[in-house]
């Protein structure tokens, strides 16, 4: 087993590898870093995801609203993630927030979670009509 330290290192440089800058780089670290501390495929899910993302387009979102939905092409859980982190004081009032068609939602948890920290409060988060 990697240290968590390991696996934040290494999921940064494969996401820097994948073409995000640096800073989006550092979120994906702690995202992931996370998701693996509470015992869950955090690594697996990004290395899958940074194999098909050159194969498989996915729609990058840039603002958030309450209703975030696409009919053709699949959210990138990283540059949603990002967003909604970057977002969510402006989300703040909205009572819920829906996602359509997000690819590998556990990428996207880990940025709701934070968000909550930031809030100071929980976020109820609708991905395809599952609640998270």
């Given amino acids: 087993m990697k240290s968590l330290s390991e696996i934040d290192t290494v999921s940064k440089r494969a996401s820097r590898a994948s073409g995000f800058d640096w800073g989006i780089a550092e979120e994906v670290g702690k995202n992931i870093r996370m998701l693996e501390m509470l015992g869950m495929a955090g690594i697996k ?10 194969k498989k387009k996915f729609e990058k979102i840039k603002l958030i609203s ?67």
């Fill in 45 to 54: 899910n990004l290395n899958y995801y940074y194999k098909i993302r050159n």
């Fill in 66 to 132: 309450e209703i975030n939905q696409k009919n053709k092409l699949e959210y990138c859980p990283i540059t949603a993630g990002v967003n909604f982190l970057d977002q969510v004081r402006s989300l703040e009032n909205l009572n819920v927030i829906k996602f359509k068609n997000i690819a590998f939602p556990i990428l996207f948890l880990p940025f709701v979670s934070r968000a909550s920290e930031v809030l100071g409060k929980k976020i109820l988060l609708k991905i395809d009509n599952r609640n998270y």
